[in-house]
């Protein structure tokens, strides 16, 4: 059985340490490897630059606070971060990418990364844990965001195997439009048959949901639950919509063309959240 192997970009700000040192945790608890990419823009450089040289600078300063890093896990590259880190993750088959969410550019001697989050979430085929709290990544409440599609029910099986004892809540969203007195006479209906077919849309909605999650057939040992949420599909307004569902980590599921709606989902989130990559 493949070793799992955990991937975190750097750019060797603070913040980016504080990621490493979780993702260190966290990848020694799933038995896996940890490797480390760091990506030298060499758009910033007139000159032809000694990329060995300036690996080994970069390892002397990570083995100040990390001294059980491998020297061959590290991987100190040159040119588009969103294009190597995906490279790396690709080549090594990583399973997850570990990065924060600052998207903040750090300079450290010669050292230098622009961490975009949103374009190295485009561009790379591997699954993505973006961190936005300061904790372990231990994760007690996920929240899976599904459409009850095959790419979703897929998602929500890794979660399940990534973290087996959280407990994981499925949340399909609908949306029913706002609907005034006028509107509502203008079509020769009244209030009651406006709210019994409100009703009827919810009734389906969550008796869809919950065949669904009857065909995920997961392990009984898993604890998931499953909510249908009326939903204005305003990112700004979804941790007020879904705030009775208690949650650390946020999870969704994306296609290689991310939506401006889970992008959205991610900038406003407060907890974690992780991105699961799916082919077409």
């Known amino acids: 059985m493949q070793k799992f192997i955990t991937l975190v ?39 032809k630059v000694d990329l060995g040289a300036l690996r080994e600078n970069a390892f002397l300063e990570l083995n100040k606070n990390f001294s059980s890093l491998k020297k061959e896990n590290f991987h100190c590259v040159s040119g588009k971060v969103k294009v190597e880190i995906a490279n790396t993750a690709k080549i090594l088959d990583a399973d997850i990418i570990i990065m924060g969410n600052s998207g903040e550019t750090h300079f450290l001697n010669e050292f230098l990364m622009g961490s975009h989050t ?6 790379a085929q591997t699954s993505l844990l ?32 990534l973290f087996e004892s959280a407990k994981i809540t499925l949340v399909n969203l ?23 077919y409100e009703n009827s ?5 969550r008796q869809e949901l919950d065949s669904f999650v009857n065909s995920l057939m997961l392990p009984k040992e898993i604890d998931v639950t499953a909510h249908s949420i009326r939903s204005s599909l305003n990112p700004k307004m979804f941790q007020k919509e879904a705030i009775g569902i208690e949650h650390d980590l946020l999870v969704i599921h994306a296609t290689q063309n991310v939506s401006f709606f889970a992008f959205d989902i991610l900038e406003y989130s407060a907890t974690d959240v992780l991105i699961i990559k799916q082919s077409r």
Do not use: W
């Open 9 to 47: 970009a750097t750019d060797f700000s603070k913040s980016s340490f504080v990621v490493l040192e979780k993702a260190i945790v966290f990848t020694q608890r799933m038995g896996g490897e940890l490797h480390l990419v760091h990506v030298i823009e060499s758009s910033f450089f007139s000159k």
């Open 118 to 123: 949103k374009e190295i979430i485009k561009h």
């Open 130 to 161: 973006v961190m936005k709290s300061d904790h372990e990544l231990a994760y007690e409440n996920i929240m899976v965001l599904t459409d009850m599609s095959e790419a979703s029910a897929s998602a929500i099986k890794k979660t399940a195997q």
């Open 174 to 196: 609908y949306y029913l439009p706002a609907t005034t007195v006028s509107e509502i006479s203008r079509y020769g209906l009244n209030e009651e048959d406006v709210a019994a």
């Open 201 to 205: 849309i919810i009734d389906e909605s």
